[in-house]
T-cell receptor, first 114, second 116 residues
Framework: NAGVTQTPKFQVLKTGQSMTLQCAQDMNHEYMSWYRQDPGMGLRLIHYSVGAGITDQGEVPNGYNVSRSTTEDFPLRLLSAAPSQTSVYFC???WGQGWTGELFFGEGSRLTVL | AQSVTQLDSQVPVFEEAPVELRCNYSSSVSVYLFWYVQYPNQGLQLLLKYLSGSTLVESINGFEAEFNKSQTSFHLRKPSVHISDTAEYFCAVSDRTTSGTYKYIFGTGTRLKVLA
């Protein structure tokens, strides 16, 4: 039962470096999303996707890019990392576009930008 | 746009005592509400949800929440907590976008610490 898989679990970057956080789900979910979790701020939506080829911005999209070429994968790219992007990142998925049920979360990716 | 407010950032409570974690949301025509729980170093898990029907919803481990439309609230309660309930609890709302899809908005979370 893989569910939602995120890699890497931990990453340290220097300011200005780029990287991609990977997210894959094996539940055939149409809806996928990325959140960042910061102390006292809860979870904030970065980007989301309602199906392959369709993405949209959330609350805090600046500094992040996403693409959705397949149903299974939804990578999050940091083009030029900044210390303000130090956070724990969660990928989550759910059923179809109109579904209002459960979000399934990955275990998180802890990113530190020096 | 929808917003979710969790008024208490931390709630300490003694074991076997009752607890209420508060959640308020901004008004909307259609509201779908959720409580998620996050144990240390883990992702979030669904605790319970309100989509329609009975305004009182329950989880399998003794938590319950009541949807109150007039007060735009969805408070989480448990009559008797255990040490194992120590975790962070997030209230969330499913917000319909202008394109007809949904996105989930979370509150800032409440840390429940159960004391022996």
């Amino acid at each position: 039962n893989a569910g939602v898989t995120q890699t890497p679990k931990f990453q340290v970057l220097k300011t200005g470096q780029s990287m991609t956080l990977q997210c894959a789900q094996d539940m055939n979910h149409e809806y996928m999303s990325w959140y960042r979790q910061d102390p006292g701020m809860g979870l904030r939506l970065i980007h989301y996707s309602v199906g392959a080829g369709i993405t949209d911005q959330g609350e805090v999209p600046n500094g992040y890019n996403v693409s959705r070429s397949t149903t299974e994968d939804f990578p999050l790219r940091l083009l030029s990392a900044a210390p303000s992007q130090t956070s724990v990142y969660f990928c989550a998925s759910s059923w179809g576009q109109g579904w209002t049920g459960e979000l399934f979360f990955g275990e998180g990716s802890r990113l530190t930008v020096l | 746009a929808q917003s979710v407010t969790q008024l208490d950032s931390q709630v300490p409570v003694f074991e076997e005592a009752p607890v209420e974690l508060r959640c308020n949301y901004s008004s909307s025509v259609s509201v779908y509400l959720f409580w998620y729980v996050q144990y240390p170093n883990q992702g979030l898990q669904l605790l319970l949800k309100y989509l329609s029907g009975s305004t009182l919803v329950e989880s399998i481990n003794g938590f319950e929440a009541e949807f109150n439309k007039s007060q735009t609230s969805f408070h989480l309660r448990k009559p008797s907590v255990h040490i194992s309930d120590t975790a962070e609890y997030f209230c969330a709302v499913s917000d319909r976008t202008t394109s007809g899809t949904y996105k989930y908005i979370f509150g800032t979370g409440t840390r429940l610490k159960v004391l022996a």
